[in-house]
């Protein structure tokens, strides 16, 4: 087992609790064994849209609240909970500040050494689920019934020897639609880092996890614990990568640093 590493940073966002889908449990190890100084929890940590529908709650949900708490008590971490769409319940007792190292907040403007950083989890452009809920509820039910599909095909791709595979993030990657979406998801993101006089971007909300540039502004998206089962993570030099959960976390690995404070 390789040494417990600490970061300057660690943003994940996507998670979901609440639903059959979420991956808590991974997401939970990965807290454990990974630690920051400040924990960026970009939206949809709680998916209060399934809860309402009939979710839900199980123990792993709340296991991960305690490897957050314990992460706040034995490293000092300070952690800042961004309202996402499925966890819009927040906007009732937003902005909020528990104590020195808990808060709650629409965005948040993160300085990473010599660059500045607009977090926001990014449904703020995303017209059909800000102006038309309805069919946003609509995509909702059947992406999740996606997901139900490809749990039992996962089974039987487990029992066969073979590697997990994601079915919606095929069918996003595949439909023509679904690949001008995410572009134009990524290109307006930065527009709006720019507009706010930043260096680029961090956001969540489509479940494509990515560090790119676009001319001098840099997007990145910590991806999802649904499916990428990534997070967004800084060192103390300021260079940020993706990193991935692996079954045991020993193989827990980034992809190349593709940018570099």
Known sequence: ????????????????????????????????????????????????????RGGEWKKKHTAFWRAVLKAMDRHDTRVIYLRGNHDDFLDQIMPLKLGKYFSIRKDYLLNSNDKKFYITHGDVFDTITTQMK???YLGDIGYTFL??????????????????????QQIKLRVKQAVSY?????????????????????????HQPAIRQFGDLIYMNSGDWVESLSALVEDHDGNWNLLYYSTELEKAESLPVLYHS
Not at 200 to 206: A, E, L
């Open 134 to 136: 309805w069919l946003a």
């Open 182 to 206: 995410i572009s134009d998801f990524e290109e307006k993101l930065t527009e709006l880092a720019k507009a706010r006089n930043c260096d680029g971007v961090i956001c969540g909300h489509i």
């Open 147 to 168: 997901l139900w599909i490809n749990k039992f095909y996962n089974n039987y791709r487990a029992w066969r020897g073979l590697s997990y595979y994601s079915l919606s």
């Open 1 to 52: 087992m390789k040494h417990n590493t600490h970061f300057r940073t660690i943003v994940i966002s996507d998670v979901h609790l609440g639903t059959s889908g979420s991956k808590a449990k991974e997401v939970t190890d990965f807290l454990k064994y990974y630690s920051c100084q400040k924990l960026i929890l970009n939206g949809d940590i709680i998916d209060g849209w399934q809860l309402r």
